[in-house]
């Protein structure tokens, strides 16, 4: 075939390709375009009686098939009952934001803190997220807390400090202790405990209002600081006003300044640049650095490790989640110092802790025991596949299922290696679950831990464990995770045909050897001190207070 002919068919087959790639691009587009709408109109359009009563019997089935100890704190009979009298009560059309609501408030009979039912969110078209991306809405700087039967704002990131500890005594038009009462009613506590609900309600708020309301881009709020009431509004708004466009003027000259400046540098210099560069981020990942978006300047980590008084005879631990970053790192090190400096005294403050990694915790209880021991039971589950339970769940995107679906034979044959059968049911083996020997730098001095309603999953397994060894002496107030135990480790995310309503099921009993007759409740303290509205106003820690003077005291 001459040259000439060749390479017209070569170019034609390219521009055929280019062409057919061309359309593929514009067809996912289009479907995704239509996915979304079909979509919104789903969530927002009424759903007849048939549907949403459909949709009651497949969050029941799947809680039946696959939570292990859904009857353990409420009887067959009766919630069988609850379920039934739900779909008797429903007798007219609805949204899935309403129906979110009417399911809630049955699935938290089950009393098992890690279920969870949330309603689905309208999405976004490309640009619209990418406008969401650049923008700033201020009211996701601020953190909350009940206490004293007040809402009041706990933190502030950024410039409106002075807001810290202020009341608020409306959300636009409506009462604060109107809005959580119903809130509560929606929260699933593990077993009979209700210290979780009065906390949690107050940390987390903003997520049950936008649960209550859908997306917003504007609230006001009506705040008490001091003698004074006024009325504060957040908006969402972009990034580039004429201030950030300022501070993006300045950021660019420092790059360009840095840019300079690295090209100056000599091979030697860069490469210690480098490792400095290296260094700094090994040491935010020990502590847990979480960034704070479009704040860079804040720096906010997950652990950290001080002394209190003149001398470093008493040292405290506070761990804000048992997640991000190289944990190890930072319990070798502390411990290491801890050991060096002849620590006598460790206080490890978990209060609002919502728990995290497993091997977090089994890895802190090493460096706080000095002889062998198994931290967890094996863990009753209703499958014997559940991380492919977990991964492939309905709600996952395409794709994470196509990826998981390649990754499949290696996920099972995890499953089958670590979940065996017996008297009936099923258990998997996690490596806590296995005998191992303490660290030899292990805490052999006096241990306070502080709790209170948001100690909650890993915090309880380790408290549980912590107090029914007697290792620890514990302050503050009950625990939000149940003693004996909690349904967590994997999840299966189930989102319900019509409604798109989702339901989080755990898939594994997660509990120590240590155990309680009070079931249903969480850890109790040993001193319970409960921290007032005015200790905030006073900034005064009392639960903090009452350990440094018994430790006086014992002196």
Not at 140 to 146: A, K, T
């Amino acid at each position: 075939m001459p040259l000439e002919r060749q390479e017209f068919i070569t170019l034609k087959t390219t521009n055929m390709s280019k062409k057919l790639l061309l359309m593929f691009c514009i067809a996912v587009l289009f479907v995704s375009c239509a996915s979304i709408e079909k979509h919104n109109l789903q969530v927002t359009q009424l759903h007849s009686v048939e549907d949403i009563h459909e949709d009651i019997d497949k969050a029941y089935e799947q809680l039946q098939r696959h939570h292990p100890r859904l009857y353990q704190f409420v009887s067959k009979d009766i919630l069988d009952f609850k379920f039934d009298s739900l779909k008797k009560g429903i007798s007219v059309p609805m949204d899935s934001r309403t129906f979110y609501k009417q399911l809630a408030t049955v699935t938290k009979h089950v009393g098992q803190g890690h279920l969870s039912i949330s309603p689905p969110s309208i999405k976004l078209h490309r640009e619209e997220r990418i406008k969401r991306l650049e923008s700033r809405f201020d009211i996701n700087y601020l953190s909350f807390e009940y206490v004293d039967d007040k809402l009041i704002i706990s933190d502030v990131v950024g410039k409106d400090s002075v807001l810290i500890n202020a009341e608020v005594l409306k959300i636009e038009k409506e009462i604060p202790q109107d809005l959580i009462k119903r809130y509560k009613q929606l929260i699933t506590a593990d077993g009979y405990n209700t210290t979780f609900h009065n906390r949690v309600v107050g940390t987390r708020f903003m997520r049950y209002y936008a649960n209550d309301k859908g997306r917003f881009d504007s609230i006001s709020l009506t705040l008490k600081n001091a003698d004074s009431t006024f009325i504060k509004t957040y908006k969402r708004r972009p990034l580039r006003d004429s201030l950030q466009i300022q501070r993006d003027s300045i950021k660019r000259d420092s790059l360009k300044a840095i840019f300079k400046t690295l090209v100056k540098l000599t091979k030697a210099e860069r490469k210690a640049k480098k490792i400095e560069q290296k260094a700094k981020q090994k040491q935010n990942s020990k502590y847990g650095f979480v960034s704070t978006p479009h704040m860079p300047e804040v720096k906010n980590y997950t652990r950290s490790l001080n002394f209190i008084g003149k001398d470093s005879t008493v040292a405290i631990v506070k761990i804000k989640i048992f997640q991000n970053g190289n944990f190890e790192g930072f319990y070798d090190e502390t411990f290491t110092a801890l050991d060096s400096l002849k620590t006598k005294t460790l206080i490890i403050d978990l209060r609002n802790n919502f728990g995290g990694r497993l091997d977090e915790i089994d890895y802190l209880y090493s460096y706080l025991i000095d002889e062998n021991y198994i931290l967890i039971n094996k863990s009753e589950t209703n499958t014997r596949f559940p991380i492919l339970k977990s991964l492939m769940s309905n709600s996952n995107s395409f794709g994470t299922k196509i990826f998981v679906g390649l990754l499949s034979p290696g996920l099972a044959t995890a499953d089958l290696l670590n979940v065996s059968k017996k008297d009936g049911k099923l258990y998997r083996k996690f490596k806590s679950a296995r005998e191992q020997e303490p660290k030899p730098l292990n805490f052999k001095g006096k241990i306070y831990v502080l709790i209170n309603g948001n100690s909650f999953s890993a915090s309880s397994v380790l408290s549980s464990q912590l107090h029914g060894t007697n290792r620890a002496t514990f302050v503050g107030e009950e625990t939000g995770g149940a003693y004996n135990g909690t349904v967590a480790g994997l999840f299966k995310i189930y989102e319900l045909p019509n409604t798109k309503v989702r339901v989080r099921i755990g898939l594994m009993q997660l509990d120590t050897k240590q155990k309680t007759d009070i079931e249903g409740y969480g850890i109790k303290p040993d001193v319970e001190i409960l921290p007032t509205y005015q200790d905030r106003l006073n900034n005064i820690d009392p639960e903090l207070e009452w350990i440094l003077k018994d430790i006086e005291t014992t002196k």
